[in-house]
Structure formats: structure tokens, C-alpha cells
């Protein structure tokens, strides 16, 4: 759609023509206006920590009275800098667009940002020919940092980034990292295995006595970690781990479906389940109904994430709570945090979880 702009007042061309032959406003100009050395002001547009807070707001105050824009161009060629972080989702544009742990990560990241000189640019890379593409920009001529999200264990890209050089941090703990002796990386993750614990105890202590699961795809870290938590809790109450009560699904909420008709099919006595994402757990919800078991008296059903999905649901869906905002945002500081070369206490940030509890549990 294409809207047709109003032609600038008077006053708006006055001032054009005036700040045109005054010049371009320097970093001088608004160190001056801001009563602050040059140096500070670099650092505030060089998204530097560095900087008091009261400075800060001064200098951001100046440039926007003199409508100082860096030249960008120019400040690359002395830094070496591109002021540019790509987000790469190994996702189709359906699932991007359609599941809200998408969004959430995405406002994360730009709330995380905002106070930087960063522009962040998205892009998919899930067939070949996305790859190639995106493997093609993803250089320090383009871009000064990396956040991957939604990998998958072969996927090749933390390799040929880390061979580039390009600061990366990952979106979830990477399934290679489980094995032992692994080579650490740079994530941000929640307490997946904790998380499925809470959920699986949950169930136990409200007196049911078979529990199933829906576990996420097995080639991701949260996928293994979200069913490892839930195998723990069953050992831990006394339980014996049987197959006929775990079924697999993709995280969407057709997979959560087929997963649940398998699990009825093959233990119709089953009395709970232990989804590995609301989405699936949704899923699970459609085919208990068809099935025409009640949720909660027949058979209980806990989801992970609290997504907006959770609280529509019917019943609503009793859940794992994880900051999937928080998640977004403490990715991109940590990004920031390796392009700056800041000494890091730990090479990744490990968020907790807690149970909601609605109807259907």
C-alpha cells in the first residue's frame, strides 16, 4: 500500500533550508549542546555502556534538538563496525509468523536494542536456498553479531560463524552441547529439564498415576531436555519410564494432535499429559474432545510456555511459565556484550520457570 505524503508546511521548509545551511550537526556541535566532552558523546552513540545515566539523557536530548544523525559509513571505516546484528530463524515464515514464542523473542530482541546503535535485520534459513543466501551475508562486512534461533542439531551455521570470527549467540541450548564434553557456546536458554519436572511433579501430587508425554523434536536441546525432565520426575516418584507413554511431536499444534490419538490408541487407561509446548498441548486438548474424555476429571493436561494460546484455550491450559521476552532480550545484551569484548562472568544465561495453574489441570 502506498500513501501519498503531504507537501512540507512552511515552517518545515524554513527549517530544512536553515539547518541545510548551517551544515551538518557534528558530534562538537552536540557535545556543546549537551554540556559534555566529544568523547562522551561517541560513546553514547556507540552504545557504551560507559556513561552515566544523567549524561546519557543529556546527549540524547542534543541530538535530538539538532537532529544529528551519525554518519554511519564513516564511523565503519574507524571502527570497523556495521551497527548491524542479523537474527537468523531456522523456521519456515508460517511457523514464524504463526506461533507466538516467535514474537515474543523477536520483541525481546528489540527491547534489548533499543538503547544501542544496533538495526537488526531478520531472515529465514530453512531450505538450501535460504541457507546459501543468508551464508553469503553473514560476514563482518555485513554485520557486526549473529542471534540464531530455533536450531537444529546439524545445522551448519555456529560452525562457519565461528570460523568467521562473528560474535554468536544462540536462541536455546544446542542438542551437541548435552554430550559430554561438548564445546561451550555462547546461548541463552530457560531451565527446560527444571521446567518438566514442575509439570510432571504437578501432576503426581494431584494423584495421577500415568502420565504421558508429547516431547518436542529430538534434534533440538529443548526438545531432549523438556523429555529428560519429565523421565526424572517418574523416576523420582517411583515410576518406571515406559515408551507406550511418550509420543513425538514438532512443537505445532497439529503434531500435539496425531501425538495424542497415538497415546489414546496405545494406553487408553492414561490419566494425564505432560505436553512439551502449549501449541501441543492444544493439540492434545482437540483429541482428548474428540476422543470424548473430560479435561481435567478424565485425563489432566499441563503445556509449556504460558502463551496466549494457554489462557483461550478450554479449558484454559494449566502451563510452564517461561520469559520468552526475557529470553529475547537477554540474548541481545549478550550479543552486545561479545562485539564490545566485555569479560564475561559465564558464556550464557540460564532463566527459570514456574507453574501456572488454570483449569485444566
Known amino acids: 500500500m502506498f500513501v501519498k505524503a503531504r507537501p512540507p508546511s512552511e515552517e518545515q521548509t524554513m527549517t530544512t533550508q536553515r539547518t541545510r545551511s548551517l ?17 562522551t558523546v561517541s560513546r553514547v552513540v556507540n552504545g557504551s555502556p560507559q556513561v552515566s545515566p544523567e549524561a546519557r539523557a543529556a546527549v540524547q536530548q542534543a541530538i535530538e534538538e539538532l537532529g544529528y544523525v551519525p554518519n554511519r559509513a564513516a564511523r565503519a571505516l574507524v571502527t570497523q563496525r556495521t551497527d548491524s546484528v542479523a537474527l537468523v530463524i531456522s523456521e519456515s515464515g508460517e511457523r514464524l509468523f504463526g506461533e507466538p514464542f516467535f514474537a515474543g523473542i523477536v520483541r525481546g530482541i528489540h527491547a534489548g536494542l533499543l538503547d544501542t546503535p544496533m538495526q537488526l535485520w531478520l531472515a529465514l534459513a530453512q531450505s538450501p536456498a535460504e541457507r546459501e543466501k543468508v551464508e553469503h551475508h553473514l ?16 545445522d551448519p551455521l555456529p560452525t562457519l560463524l565461528e570460523q568467521r570470527g562473528l560474535p554468536t549467540v544462540l536462541g536455546g541450548r544446542p542438542a551437541r552441547m548435552l554430550q559430554p564434553g561438548a564445546q561451550a557456546a555462547n546461548f541463552v536458554d530457560v531451565d527446560n529439564a527444571g521446567g518438566a519436572r514442575q509439570a510432571v511433579e504437578f501432576l503426581i501430587g494431584r494423584g495421577r498415576r500415568r502420565v504421558a508425554t508429547i516431547a518436542g523434536t529430538q534434534d533440538m536441546g529443548v526438545g531432549i531436555t523438556r523429555l529428560a525432565g519429565y523421565k526424572q520426575a517418574i523416576l523420582d516418584h517411583g515410576g518406571t519410564v515406559t515408551e507406550d507413554l511418550i509420543a513425538y511431536g514438532d512443537f505445532s499444534e497439529a503434531s ?26 492444544s493439540g492434545a486438548l482437540r483429541a482428548l474432545r474428540e476422543a470424548g474424555r473430560r479435561v481435567p476429571e478424565d485425563v489432566a493436561v499441563v503445556g509449556f510456555e504460558d502463551a496466549e494460546i494457554a489462557r483461550q484455550a478450554d479449558p484454559p491450559l494449566t502451563t510452564v511459565y517461561q520469559p520468552v521476552e526475557e529470553m529475547g532480550r537477554q540474548m541481545a545484551h549478550l550479543l ?26
Do not use: C, K
Open 336 to 361: 552486545m556484550s561479545l562485539i564490545r569484548r566485555d569479560d564475561l562472568d559465564e558464556p550464557y544465561v540460564l532463566l527459570n520457570t514456574h507453574m501456572v495453574q488454570r483449569a485444566s489441570a
Open 23 to 39: 551544515g551538518r550537526p557534528t558530534l562538537d556541535a552536540v557535545a556543546a549542546r549537551a554540556g559534555v566532552g566529544r568523547g
Open 256 to 281: 500435539g494432535t496425531a501425538a495424542m490419538r497415538r497415546l489414546l490408541d496405545v494406553s487408553p487407561d492414561l490419566d494425564a499429559v505432560f505436553a512439551a509446548s502449549d501449541l501441543m498441548a
Open 139 to 154: 560476514t563482518n562486512q555485513h554485520v557486526d553479531g549473529v542471534l540464531l534461533l530455533s536450531l537444529h542439531d546439524a
